[in-house]
C-alpha cells in the first residue's frame, strides 16, 4: 500500500467533510491548507475576492504546513471549485511542493460543475502522474452517505493499484 497523504483547502466545510472521510475510512495522513490571511467567509468579498483571486492565478502565501509532501507517494489534493477553477490556497501548494514523479489524485466539491478545474488542476502538476479525480455536488447539503461511499470506494481502488 502507497503512503498517501490528504492535503485539502475547505472554506464552507464540503472539501473538509470529504478530506476528514478519506482520512479517517483510510487512515491516511491530512492536512488542511490554511491561508495567512484567511478569505471572508461572508458577504459580497467571499465571492467577489475568491472569484478573481482564482482566475488571476493569484497564489497566497500559506501557513507552515503540517506535513511534508516529499515523504509521501500518492496525494490525495481536495480543492473546492471558485470561478470555474481551484483555489488560490491549492493552487499555491501545488507550485511551491515538488510533486516531482509522484502520484496525484483530485477531489473537489463544487455547486454546479468541475469540468474546467480538473484541467487546470493537471496543469499545475506538470512533473507529477495524475492518476484520478473526483467530484461531488455540495456532499453536505446532499446525500453525505454517498457521496462518502463513492469517495472511499475511488480512493481505495487508487491506493490498491
Ligand atoms: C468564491 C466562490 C466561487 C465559486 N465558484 C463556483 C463555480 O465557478 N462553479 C461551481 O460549480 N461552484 C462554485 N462555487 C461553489 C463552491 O464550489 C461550493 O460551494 C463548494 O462546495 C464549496 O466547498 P467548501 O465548502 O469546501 O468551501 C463557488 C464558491 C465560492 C465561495
Not at 137 to 156: F, G, I, Y
Amino acid at each position: 500500500m502507497p503512503n498517501a497523504l490528504v492535503v485539502f483547502y475547505s472554506l464552507d466545510g464540503d472539501v473538509r467533510f470529504l478530506a476528514r472521510t478519506l482520512a479517517k475510512e483510510l487512515v491516511l495522513d491530512s492536512m488542511e491548507l490554511e491561508l495567512v490571511k484567511p478569505h471572508p467567509t461572508h458577504g459580497f468579498m467571499k465571492y467577489f475576492k475568491g472569484g478573481l483571486l482564482a482566475a488571476t492565478g493569484a497564489t497566497p502565501p500559506l501557513r507552515p504546513l503540517a506535513h511534508d509532501a516529499a515523504h509521501y507517494d500518492l496525494l490525495f489534493v481536495g480543492t473546492p471549485v471558485w470561478n470555474s477553477r481551484p483555489t488560490p490556497a491549492v493552487r499555491t501548494f501545488l507550485k511551491s511542493a515538488d510533486l516531482k514523479g509522484k502520484r496525484v489524485a483530485f477531489f473537489t466539491s463544487y455547486g454546479d460543475n468541475d469540468v474546467k478545474t480538473y484541467r487546470v488542476l493537471t496543469s499545475l502538476v506538470p512533473g507529477a502522474k495524475v492518476v484520478g479525480h473526483i467530484g461531488f455536488k455540495l456532499p453536505l447539503k446532499m446525500d453525505k452517505e454517498q457521496c462518502s461511499a463513492d469517495l472511499v470506494r475511488w480512493a481505495k481502488d487508487l491506493l490498491n493499484s
